[in-house]
């Protein structure tokens, strides 16, 4: 993944030999931003429980950069293990989270607890650290199911999972850290983040990673429901330009929520079909199951203040992010 070449200078200017910790850094999105942070010369620190994940890329950079990524195996609800991660960070990205909608619904507590508590951890930890800024993951589901299109970030919340409601929270964690202890915070709001290394073998795999992975396999793509709901599809690489802009934003940041998307919706039929299309199997026709509890319709980032207060403009088409995430699939599946 590249970032765009006009963004790279000042990102660079920013943040070549600063200090970054990332929680969740072992996972999807986390994993592609530590990618990122090094390539503009950062030093790294990462803390996951590796629940959701594994070791194996961050491994990767471990023995390209040994001097500047440091892992801390352990979990954001272990105050020394986020201490030893947290020390003497300028800037923190907070993603570690149980991420799953229908995870959280038969594990809510647990839910609560990382998500909601950890990020109280989070704060704690960065202001003890004397870190700059806080950048937090949160969730296009905060919206839940209005009718509004698209979604604003002054819409009222309406969260419909435990999932949501702990990612909400993060967010008024955020700004109530900015407001009670002048912590630099920001919310980003990801709406359906695809990409290589999103992991496609979990019951609770997002969309596009468990398709690719179905198609791949001549099998037919599960569509829950009817298929019409649709989603802005966002590749992690448009995400993770945002979430450091966030980061190196000049503009006083107080725990503002910040939409990150795209600004375009397909179908989830349309997406398995567009699929199946990319993968020369038009012939494999979706099967359909049950809509799933605390699924939401229809989805649709309006990014003016991404734009405006970022300078964030998503720079990877969905067909080209979807050509990038089959040609992986494609070279994992095939070992090399
Ligand atoms: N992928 C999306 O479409 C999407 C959309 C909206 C928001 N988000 C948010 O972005 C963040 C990253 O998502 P992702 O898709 O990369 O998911 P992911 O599961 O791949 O990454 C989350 C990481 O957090 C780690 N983790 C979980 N609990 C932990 C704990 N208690 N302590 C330390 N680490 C822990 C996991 O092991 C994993 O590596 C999450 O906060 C998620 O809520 C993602």
């Known amino acids: 993944m590249k970032l765009p070449a006009e963004k790279v200078a000042k990102l660079r200017t920013f943040y070549e030999g600063r200090e970054v910790c990332v929680t969740g850094g072992a996972g999807f999105i986390g994993g592609h931003l530590c990618d990122a942070l090094l390539s503009l010369g950062a030093a790294i620190r990462v803390i996951d429980d590796l629940s959701n994940s594994s070791l194996e890329h961050l491994s990767g950079l471990i023995d390209l950069e040994p001097e500047r990524v440091r892992f801390v195996h352990g979990s954001i609800l272990d105050d020394d293990a986020l201490k030893e991660a947290m020390a003497g960070a300028q800037s923190v990205f907070h993603l570690a989270a149980m991420g799953s909608v229908p995870l959280s ?4 507590q647990r839910t609560w607890s990382v998500n909601a508590t950890g990020t109280v951890r989070v704060l704690e930890a960065a202001r003890g650290a004397k870190a700059q800024r806080v950048v937090y ?50 919310s980003l709001r990801y709406f359906n983040i695809f990409g290589p290394r999103q992991n496609p073998d979990s019951a609770y795999a997002a969309v596009v990673a468990s398709f690719v992975k179905s198609v791949l396999a001549g099998e037919p793509p599960t569509v829950f429901g009817d298929g019409s709901q649709t989603r802005d599809f966002t590749f992690v690489g448009n995400a993770v330009l945002a979430t450091l802009l966030a980061g190196a934003c000049q503009s006083r940041l ?21 699929l199946t299309r990319q993968c020369a199997v038009p012939h494999l026709q979706p099967v359909f199951r049950p809509s799933r509890t605390g699924d939401v319709a229809h989805s649709l980032a309006d990014i003016t203040q991404a734009r405006n207060l970022l300078g964030y403009e998503p720079f990877t088409a969905l067909e080209d992010g979807l050509g990038e995430t089959v040609e992986w699939y494609k070279r994992a599946l095939a070992g090399i």
Request: with cysteine; glycine share 8%.
């Open 105 to 108: 619904i038969e594990k809510p």
């Open 137 to 186: 993951a949160a969730s296009s589901s905060a919206y839940g199911d209005q009718p509004e299109l698209p979604k604003v970030e002054s819409q009222i919340p309406k969260p419909l999972s435990p999932y949501a409601a702990s990612k909400l929270a993060g967010e008024h964690l955020m700004s109530v850290w900015a407001n009670c202890y002048a912590l630099s915070t920001a």
């Open 254 to 274: 107080s725990g503002q929520v910040v939409n990150v998307g795209t600004g375009r919706r397909v179908s989830i039929l349309e997406l398995a079909t567009g």
